[in-house]
């Protein structure tokens, strides 16, 4: 969050992307009410927007040309400005382009989005802000107000560090204290299939896939050299990056180097059910 406030502050423009259910519209709100509590609008003459894209309103007038009221603009799901003709054919308004003239912007969608931005297309050139799932610190410190150690160890164990299925979990539990955690489980699993399989559509090159299933198959972290050694390739850093940015695993670095771990268990079991691959 710092680092997205630092560079709207020096005027940078951004471009916001992660996969299904990361945070991407709770961070945009959140950044704004921190913007607007340091006083950026007073202090500095700038005013904050968020508009929303699922919204045919804001669709229209932004692509009109007509939405961009603010110093700052916090424009969210932009993938739907794309099923509206951008980039096939239809281009942004005079003046729409990587913040402009007195404008700044944080366009924020998902892999449709920033394939977009990042070819020749777009048009625009914009600083690139992945999103991720959770540390674990961070993971155990979303579950843990209101339950208890054995409750929340079995949140986690189930649920990884992704922060829609963490609180999936934990809000049924809390719901349900009583009854017993395996329900619970399956009950979210089932609910969570939807979320799965949008996480699943995501991943669309065969060398992601592969990764993936390697990941999968194994229990806990692994280096991403070894992965690369075991799946016959040079380098596996786009595929992880783009898993990353996807919400399917986590990358961290510890003692003995950077590791790769397919963490959510719920998912790995649902993708070992939906494609016949091993869990």
């Given at each position: 969050m710092r680092n997205l406030v630092t560079r709207l502050r020096r005027r940078e423009s951004v471009l916001l992307y992660g996969g299904p259910k990361l945070g991407k519209t709770?961070?945009?709100?959140?950044?704004?009410?921190?913007?607007?509590?340091?006083?950026?609008?007073?202090s500095d003459g700038l005013t904050v927007q968020y508009g929303d894209c699922l919204e045919a309103e804001v669709r229209d007038r932004f692509l009109a040309g007509d939405l961009q009221r603010s110093s700052i603009?916090?424009?969210?799901?932009?993938?739907?400005?794309?099923?509206?003709?951008?980039?096939?054919?239809?281009?942004?308004?005079?003046g729409n382009g990587d913040?402009?003239?007195?404008?700044t912007m944080v366009w924020a969608g998902g892999r449709a989005w920033r394939e977009f931005i990042r070819s020749e297309r777009s048009g625009l050139t914009l600083a690139p802000v992945p999103?991720?799932?959770?540390?674990?610190?961070?993971?155990r410190a979303l579950v843990k107000p209101e339950?208890?150690?054995?409750?929340?160890?079995?949140?986690?164990?189930?649920g990884g560090t992704h922060p829609y299925v963490l609180?999936?979990?934990?809000?049924?539990?809390?719901?349900?204290?009583t009854t017993d955690p395996a329900h619970i489980i399956g009950a979210v699993q089932a609910r969570l299939a939807p979320f799965f399989l949008a996480c699943h559509e995501a991943v669309r090159e065969p060398v992601e896939r592969t990764l993936l299933d390697y990941l999968i198959r194994h229990?806990?972290?692994?280096?991403?050299?070894?992965?690369?050694?075991a799946l016959g390739l040079p380098t596996v850093k786009p595929a992880a990056d783009t898993l990353c940015y996807l919400g399917l695993i986590s990358?961290?670095?510890?003692n003995e180097g950077a590791m790769l771990h397919a963490s959510c268990r719920l998912f790995n079991d649902w993708y070992g059910a939906h494609t016949g691959q091993p869990g």
């Open positions: 709770s961070l945009l709100l959140h950044l704004k009410w921190l913007l607007e509590q340091q006083g950026v609008s007073s603009l916090l424009l969210d799901n932009c993938d739907q400005l794309l099923q509206q003709g951008l980039g096939n054919g239809k281009r942004l308004a005079r913040g402009g003239p007195g404008r999103l991720a799932i959770l540390l674990n610190g961070e993971a339950l208890t150690t054995d409750q929340a160890d079995a949140i986690l164990s189930y609180k999936m979990l934990r809000a049924r539990m809390i719901a349900d204290p229990s806990g972290p692994i280096n991403p050299r070894q992965a690369a050694q990358r961290w670095n510890l």
